[in-house]
Each structure stands twice: as C-alpha cells, then as structure tokens.
C-alpha cells in the first residue's frame, strides 16, 4: 500500500527497531534510568536494550497512534493483552484488522487530537511511530489527558527528541519536564525507512506525573517565548517597566542578558510568583 505524504506517513520495516520500540512501553522504570548512557554508544539503528519484562505474561493495554500498515502493532500485539489502534487513514484502518486476526485488537478510525482517550477504563501506555508535524500536539494531549498514560513511547523527529531532554530549554521540553520524567531511547536512521523521511528519528519516552507548577506558570511562559531568540527582558516590557524588570531579575539571580532558553521551570515559577 502506498503511503501518504500528506500524512506524514513514513513506514519503518526493522523488526529489531519495532520490538524495541515495543519493548520501551514495558520496561521496567529502573532500566529507563541507564538507556540514556547506552543508547549515546549508537549513532544509527538499534540500540543495546535487550528484552526487560522478564516474563512471557503480557501487559495490560496499549494505545497506538498512527499504526499505518501495522509493523509496530505486531510488536505490540506480542507484549499487550489489548490494543487499541487510532488510524486516520481510512483505508490502513479498514485493512489493519484483516493483517490481524483471532488478537484482541481494537481499530479506530479517527483523528488521534480528537479522539476521546476518557472512553478507556483501565491503565494504558501511548505508543507510536508519529508523523512530525504534529508531535507538539499529541505530546500535550497525552500529558493534559483527564486520564493520562502510564507511560508514552514516542518515535519523533531526533532534533525534537533532544530539544526535550536538553539542558537548554523549550516551550515544548518545560511543558514536558512538567508533566513528565523523559527519557532518550535509540536513534533511528533515515534509511530504516520508505520512503526515507529528510532527517533521523528518536525515541522518546516520557512517564507522566503530576504538574510540578501551575498551569498559570506557562502563561508566562509562552509570552517569554513568544521570541525565543530575544533577551526575555525585550520579551516581558509590556508586563512591567523595563526598571522593575530589571530589579525583579537581580532579586532573583536571574541574568539581565538571559534568553527564554536559559531559564529552569522553578525559575519561571519564581518569576511568575514576582510578577503576579
């Protein structure tokens, strides 16, 4: 079957990549600890984690976003009692459970960002091979979600999935941070692919927890942001004299000549708590 572009649809064939990616979603949280320093080994391809569950028992349920032809579905059928496949694509879901029979798997045709993740009941994991353009959304739908994932395994474009687990931060990776632990998995070569996607994908794999700041705090935030590239004085003007602004960042050891980028989350917090 073809594949479309407009979509973002790029399909990965590697099983030993698709059983990893699969093998992230059951991991026990202790190996999420070291994959970080194994996965730095590997430029392209599939990293060094080997099978972590331990057991032959599978887990609960999975939630996959995008199955597409359904490599990554296979993969998780083998791991989870129950799958739960969001295919946009008409046709892939129409054809997704004739790939499949006798499993327990569940095919919805719809729209991930407007699919109701309240309709599941039990615990559940979010995985997916994502289309680009669209990680930022899906990424805060599952961390806003009223019943958010136990944990969500993410493969996205590598330049994204290092902005989130940078030192120095984004819009994305504060909202990340939180809601969530993130972890980097493998690397995966533009070449794994058909067709090949311009760039390299990563792994990403986030555990939710509860918000460490006030959603009130992100307000803030994304005004901050608003010209990423600017000193967040130029930023923040309109919110206080440039004078107070500055007295406000000395108070609170913050350099006049920081960017939005340079700023932790409790530094934000504190600003905010300032400026309120």
Known sequence: M???????????????ILDQIAE????????????????KKYETGVGVVESASKSSDKQGCAVEIGPGLGTLTSSLLKRFNRVIAVEYDKNLANNLPKSFPGTNLEVVWADFLSFDLNQITEAYVAVGNIPYYITSPIIEKLLYAENTPKRIVLLIQKEVAERIISP??????L??????NAYAGAIVSRNEFIPPPKVDSKVIIMEPHAPLVREEVFGLIK???SSPRKKLLHNLVHLRPAKTLKEIFVELGISLGARPADLSLLDWERLYQRLK
């Open 223 to 225: 005004v901050g942001f």
């Open 2 to 16: 073809k594949n479309n572009k407009s979509l973002g649809q790029h399909w990965l064939k590697n099983r030993a």
């Open 175 to 180: 909202m990340v941070e939180n809601r969530a």
């Open 24 to 39: 992230y979603a059951i991991m026990p949280r202790e190996y999420l600890d070291v994959i970080n320093d194994q996965e």
């Open 168 to 173: 120095r931060k984004s819009l994305l990776s």
